[in-house]
């Protein structure tokens, strides 16, 4: 598995695969972007590889069928929408029927901390007698947690935030030049190793130039909001600097890219700036047809004065 994050988590997966003890459940926990659904889908590989060593071939007609996501053997859950109490119960059915490909079966939930109480309660009994050789692998990549019953039922595993120096060391091996001020992306992509990777392979330029206009002397609001209203990630870039910005000035941190961001505003004005800005960025997903550009020019405009 790649990642230096990810070992503590993988060597004991491994080693319940190589024994044939995969627990029958298993929650993976963990931040988004840290490659905690490859590691499920590579088990779900390894559990109905033919070669039944503990490791995904690759090769078999087994793998192949997991990686193109048409093995029938593989059922998946809260990919891309939230779990509905009718998909659990399809899911139920799912588990009682016998494998048509191969001895085993994997049900992948993703979203497990999205489960509302119905759902939970539809899906503990299978939980709970599941049958053979029926394996269940649920995620939970949000902050909220599932419900306590449907934890209690299942092997948890955490995979760790990394540290800004397992992610330098990695980005280095992927042939990834490491800025100097390191610490604003690593803040930026909150820790994420796959936002991180593509604030430095696809965004730098357009990050830098969000940077250069919060630190522009004297600052002028008119070229931020302009880039903002062409380039939406913006705006989220703008809520991270701001709270690193904050973070640096309250513990006398300093940050060699915003030093005249920290320098030229108060903690009062900084801080009021980014709670405008996080009310703004909620309201957009309440309004639609916000007009933007008016509603940041009296957020940033504090900032001029």
């Given amino acids: 598995m790649s990642g230096p ?12 695969l190589s024994q044939q003890r995969f627990p029958q459940s298993t929650l993976l926990r ?36 997991v990686e193109s996501g ?42 497990a901390g999205q489960l509302n109480e119905a759902s939970a309660n539809a899906f503990l009994k299978t939980l709970e007698e599941p049958n053979a050789n029926t394996f269940f692998v ?29 992610l330098s060391a990695w980005l280095s091996e992927q042939g990834i030049t490491v800025p ?15 936002a991180l990777k593509k604030l430095l392979d696809e965004d730098k ?5 969000v940077v250069n206009a919060f630190t522009a002397i004297p600052f002028s609001a008119e070229p931020l909001i302009a880039h903002i209203s062409k380039q939406a990630k913006a705006l989220d870039w703008s809520l991270q600097l701001l709270q690193f910005a904050l973070r640096c000035s309250l513990s006398n ?27 703004l960025r909620q309201a957009q997903y309440q309004i639609s047809g916000l007009n933007l550009a008016q509603q ?9 004065r």
């Fill in 138 to 166: 649920l995620l939970n990549l949000e902050t909220k947690q599932p419900i306590s019953t449907v934890l209690s039922r299942c092997v948890q595993l955490t995979v760790s935030q990394p540290t800004e120096a397992q």
């Fill in 180 to 194: 100097d001020d390191f610490a604003l992306y690593y803040r930026v992509a909150q820790g994420s190793p796959e």
């Fill in 70 to 111: 048409t093995h029938p053997g593989v059922f998946r859950l809260g990919v891309e929408e939230s779990v509905k109490v009718d998909d659990i119960r399809r899911l139920n059915r799912w588990a009682q029927q016998s494998s048509s490909v191969g001895a085993a079966k994997v049900a992948l939930l993703y979203g």
């Fill in 253 to 279: 941190q300093t940050s060699e890219a915003l030093s005249a961001l920290i320098s030229h505003h108060s903690i009062a004005s900084l801080q009021s700036c980014h709670s405008d800005l996080l009310a």
């Fill in 296 to 304: 940041l020019y009296p957020i940033f405009a504090q900032l001029e």
């Fill in 30 to 65: 963990g931040s988004e972007g840290l490659g905690i659904e490859a590691m499920a889908e590579y088990c779900a590989k390894a559990l109905l590889c033919e070669t039944q060593s503990g490791r995904a071939c690759n090769r078999c007609k087994q793998c192949q069928l």
């Fill in 5 to 16: 994050w990810l070992t503590p988590v993988w060597r004991q997966l491994s080693s319940a």
């Fill in 205 to 209: 330029a357009e990050f830098e130039i």
